[in-house]
T-cell receptor
Framework: AQSVTQPDIHITVSEGASLELRCNYS??????LFWYVQSPGQGLQLLLK??????LVQGIKGFEAEFKRSQSSFNLRKPSVHWSDAAEYFC????????????FGTGTSLTVIP | DADVTQTPRNRITKTGKRIMLECSQT?????MYWYRQDPGLGLRLIYY???????NKGEISDGYSVSRQAQAKFSLSLESAIPNQTALYFC??????????????FGPGTRLTVL
C-alpha cells in the first residue's frame, strides 16, 4: 500500500539557517512526488513536484528537493530560511492507478526564530 | 478571483444536523476531491470524482456523501453530523490527463465544528 512518512512533527530553525524536511514514501512503482506548503489559515500551495529525470528538483520560493530511490526519500531543502517560510509542509505521493489519488504525510510544522 | 472556492469558510453546528459543504472551481478540471485535515493526521481523502457520472470513495468515506452537480461543482454532505467530524475540510481539483502526474489545486478550506 502507498504511504508517506514525515518523521519530524515540528522543526524550529533560525532565520538565515539552512533547512531540510524529511519525507519517506512507500510505493510499488515509480512514484510521483509532491511537496505542498500550508500557511496559517490558507489552503495548500504546490512547492515542487518530481515525475522523472533529474533527481534534484527546483521549486518556488527557493526550495529544492532530491529524490533518492535507494532510500525511498524525497527531502525538501532550502539554503537560507526566511521568517515567511513558517508554515506546515506536506509531502505527498500520487498514485498512478487510482485516478491521481494522493497520499499525504502527516506534515511538518516549521517555526522560524529571529 | 480564486480558482477553487469553498463555502462556507467556517461553520458551527450541532450533533445530528445535516450539513453541506460546497466547492466550485473555474479551472475547467474534470477531477475533484474532498479531504479532511486533522492535527497530526495530515490530509485524508473522503471522496473523489473523475467526472459528473463517476464518484469514488476514498479512505474515510463513512458518514459522508457527495454530489457532483456539474463539472465545476462538488458538494460534500454530512447527513447526521457527529463531534468527531470536527475538522478542516479541503476541496481540490486536478486535470484529467496525467495518471498521477498532475498536481492538485486546493481551495482555502472550510473549518467545521460539530458540538
Amino acid at each position: 500500500a502507498q504511504s508517506v512518512t514525515q518523521p519530524d512533527i515540528h522543526i524550529t530553525v533560525s532565520e538565515g539557517a539552512s533547512l531540510e524536511l524529511r519525507c519517506n514514501y512507500s510505493y510499488g512503482a515509480t512514484p510521483y512526488l509532491f511537496w505542498y506548503v500550508q500557511s496559517p489559515g490558507q489552503g495548500l500551495q504546490l512547492l515542487l513536484k518530481y515525475f522523472s529525470g533529474d533527481t534534484l528538483v527546483q521549486g518556488i520560493k527557493g526550495f529544492e528537493a532530491e529524490f533518492k530511490r535507494s532510500q525511498s526519500s524525497f527531502n525538501l531543502r532550502k539554503p537560507s530560511v526566511h521568517w515567511s517560510d513558517a508554515a506546515e509542509y506536506f509531502c505527498a505521493v500520487g498514485a498512478v492507478n487510482t485516478g491521481n489519488q494522493f497520499y499525504f504525510g502527516t506534515g511538518t510544522s516549521l517555526t522560524v526564530i529571529p | 478571483d480564486a480558482d477553487v472556492t469553498q463555502t462556507p469558510r467556517n461553520r458551527i453546528t450541532k450533533t445530528g444536523k445535516r450539513i453541506m459543504l460546497e466547492c466550485s472551481q473555474t479551472k475547467g478540471h474534470d477531477r475533484m476531491y474532498w479531504y479532511r485535515q486533522d492535527p497530526g493526521l495530515g490530509l485524508r481523502l473522503i471522496y473523489y470524482s473523475f467526472d459528473v457520472k463517476d464518484i469514488n470513495k476514498g479512505e474515510i468515506s463513512d458518514g459522508y456523501s457527495v454530489s457532483r452537480q456539474a463539472q465545476a461543482k462538488f458538494s460534500l454532505s454530512l447527513e447526521s453530523a457527529i463531534p468527531n467530524q470536527t475538522a478542516l475540510y479541503f476541496c481540490a481539483t486536478s486535470d484529467l490527463g496525467g495518471s498521477g502526474r498532475d498536481e492538485q489545486f486546493f481551495g482555502p478550506g472550510t473549518r467545521l465544528t460539530v458540538l
